[in-house]
C-alpha cells in the first residue's frame, strides 16, 4: 500500500478521534436520543419546500421540531428546532442545534474541519446510520436527508407526527419558498429513494400522522 493510500485509510480513524475528544460521543441509539429529546409525544418534521411556510403548518403544536439543513435561518419561520438533520459543511457556529448526520462517512470529515476551526458541534450529535439501516452508505440513490428526518421521527414512535415542507422538489411555487429554481434531486438522491423510506417508516409507524404536504401525501397515496 503507498504514503498516500495509508494516510487515507487513516484519515476517518483519525478524524473519529479528534471529533470524540473535542465533541465527545455521539447519541449512540434511539433510546438515548428519545431521552435528549424529552420523550417527545408530539414530532414536527419541517422539510424545506414552498409547504412548510402554509398557514396551518406554523399553527401546528409539537413538542419537538426537526428541520433539514440551514436554508431556514434565513427565513425566520419556525426557526427554533429541537434536531437538525444535515450534511451540509457551513454548521452554524454561533446557532449551537443538536445535529444528526446521516453516517460517518460523510459527518466525520465535516465535523473534523469544524472542530479544527474551534467549533465543534457544542449541543451535542448523532449520525443517522447508528439509529437506522437506511442511512449506511452504500445504497444508491441514497435518501435524502428529508426522508432521514422522517424516518427518525417515525422510529422514536411519538403518539403525534406532522409532516410538511416535503414537496419532493415538484412544487409549482419553486424548490423553496421564494426561489423559483425548477431543479430537482441532486444526482446521488432520487424521489424513488425518498418515498420508499418514507413509506417503510411510516408503514410501521403506530401513531397518528399528519401531512400537510399535498405533494407528498398524493405521492405516498399512489404507485410511484
Do not use: K
Amino acid at each position: 500500500m503507498s504514503v498516500t493510500a495509508r494516510i487515507r485509510a487513516l484519515a476517518p480513524t483519525l478524524a473519529g478521534r479528534l471529533v470524540g475528544a473535542a465533541a465527545g460521543a455521539p447519541i449512540a441509539d434511539l433510546a438515548a436520543l428519545r431521552r435528549r429529546l424529552g420523550s417527545p409525544s408530539s414530532v414536527l418534521c419541517l422539510g424545506n419546500g414552498p409547504s412548510s411556510e402554509l398557514p396551518e403548518v406554523r399553527s401546528v403544536q409539537a413538542d419537538c421540531l426537526f428541520r433539514v439543513n440551514w436554508i431556514w435561518r434565513s427565513r425566520g419561520v419556525l426557526a427554533q428546532p429541537n434536531l437538525v438533520f444535515t450534511a451540509d459543511p457551513d454548521v452554524p457556529p454561533s446557532n449551537p442545534l443538536l445535529i444528526a448526520i446521516p453516517n460517518r462517512a460523510l459527518g466525520l470529515p465535516i465535523l473534523a474541519r469544524h472542530c479544527l476551526a474551534l467549533r465543534p458541534p457544542r449541543a451535542g450529535y448523532l449520525f443517522v446510520e447508528d439509529l437506522l439501516p437506511s442511512a449506511r452508505p452504500g445504497t444508491r440513490p441514497f435518501p435524502t436527508n428529508g426522508a432521514l428526518m422522517i424516518a427518525t421521527a417515525a422510529a422514536l414512535e411519538p403518539a403525534r407526527l406532522v409532516i410538511s415542507g416535503m414537496d419532493l422538489y415538484d412544487h409549482p411555487e419553486g424548490r423553496y419558498p421564494g426561489d423559483r429554481s425548477e431543479a430537482g434531486y441532486a444526482p446521488e438522491h432520487s424521489r424513488g429513494a425518498d418515498l420508499a423510506t418514507i413509506r417503510a417508516a411510516l408503514a410501521g409507524f403506530g401513531g397518528e400522522v399528519a401531512i400537510l404536504s399535498p405533494l407528498l401525501e398524493e405521492a405516498l397515496a399512489s404507485s410511484d
